[in-house]
């Protein structure tokens, strides 16, 4: 299974975009980095290159650990508000950012809020296809409502530009899908909730997370700063932020987790994509096992 974290800061990923990159991400992500460490667990992070430039110690940690750094784009801004040329501008600066601060070539692209659509997947995939990544990880294969994904898309685009795309997991319950590997649905819910559904779970899974869960004292902090925080925000975002640590810590215990890399696209792995030639002549890669349905 795939352990995948979208690094940024909750009060200027998701309160403001322009407010600035606190230090409250810096010591979130440390902290998952030592539950990854302490678990000998390998993951993915999708890194915004603002909080890259402010704290590229972060970025040396996730090397040096033998985790991959991929991106999350700038600013968090979402892609299908964006001009192609903004698209463009937008993850090849953060794609350049994350491989000037690693040393290494960057490979995968996550949008901010799932931000994609039919609309904007020919620039957006020309966009990836520029900096040379292989795969996106910004879908899921059933409708999310809540992220605009109206409908499970064609990924014919992807793969012209010879991208895979790794669905987001979700799970069935008496007939209606969810997206719940993740994210609000793991802190919300009990641990036993997340192992209960583990047989809809396969090898392809990607569990997904931000720092700021962890963060429990990021409430009393930005109630002072900000006055206008929405109350389905107080709601949602902060509650049992304080169990994330622990149930991590059993995650990793009871389920094995790599990062895309490693999985699919490192010289040893089994997974790694077959090259085929495409009628044009342009050599690209497939990999139909990753477009999978639970
Ligand atoms: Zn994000």
Known sequence: MIFSIDVE?????????????SDRVYANTMHVLDILSANQSKATFFTLANVAEKFPALIHRMVKEGHEVASHGVNHHNIDAMTKAQIHQDIEHSVKTLEDISGKKVIG????????????????CEALAA???????????????????????SLDTFKKFGLDEHYLTHINVAGQDFPFFGGGYFRLFPY????????QY???????????EVDTGELAEIKKLYQDIPTKWLITQFVRRG????????????????????????????????KYIEKSGASCTINESLVYTI
């Open 9 to 21: 800061d909750w009060s200027q990923s998701v309160l403001k975009r322009s407010n600035p990159v």
């Open 109 to 124: 692209f996550r949008a901010p809020n799932f931000s994609i659509n039919e609309d904007v997947f020919e620039p957006f």
């Open 131 to 153: 900096q040379e990544l292989r795969y996106d990880s910004s879908l899921f294969s059933i409708p999310v409502h809540k992220y605009k994904i109206t409908k499970k898309y």
């Open 192 to 199: 036993a909730m997340t192992k209960y559904f583990h047989h």
């Open 202 to 212: 396969d090898k392809n899974a990607v569990f997904y997370m931000h720092p700021y």
């Open 243 to 274: 169990a994330v640590p622990s149930k991590l810590g059993r995650l990793l215990t009871d389920f094995e987790f790599s990062s895309f890399e490693n999985t699919y696209y490192s010289e040893a792995s089994s997974l790694r994509p077959q």
